[in-house]
Nanobody
């Protein structure tokens, strides 16, 4: 089992920055990658990006590329989502998730999820 706890959400003006944190505990050895997802009201959960747990390889959806950065600190079992140049359309609940599979882009392969943290970007 892997437990995930997000923190760092809040209210920010457009153009501002926020850093989300995700603390992982439990069976860390089973994690291959950590993903970030978001869900806006009335919309489906959307993939934001992932980072591989060992190699640190990252991938981002086009809408956040160049603005968001995912990083990790393996010693602390932490993953971060640095969000810059935020836009009102980035408003959502953000979730971190962990997968032990090799299909890092597949939401269904993420078996562990945090509780989510709200990010609100005002215009």
């Amino acid at each position: 089992q892997v437990q995930l706890v997000e923190s760092g959400g809040g209210l920010v003006q457009a153009g501002g920055s926020l850093r989300l944190s995700c603390a992982a505990s439990g069976s860390i050895f089973s994690i291959n990658a950590m993903g970030w997802y978001r869900q806006a009201p009335g919309k489906q959960r959307e993939f934001v990006g992932y980072i591989s747990w060992t190699g640190g390889r990252t991938y981002y959806v086009d809408s956040v590329k160049g603005r968001f950065t995912i990083s990790r600190d393996n010693a602390k079992n932490m993953v971060y989502l640095q969000m810059n140049s935020l836009k009102p359309e980035d408003t959502a609940v953000y979730y971190c998730a962990a997968t032990s599979s090799s299909y890092y882009l597949d939401l269904g392969r993420y078996g562990y999820w945090g509780q989510g943290t709200q990010v609100t970007v005002s215009s």
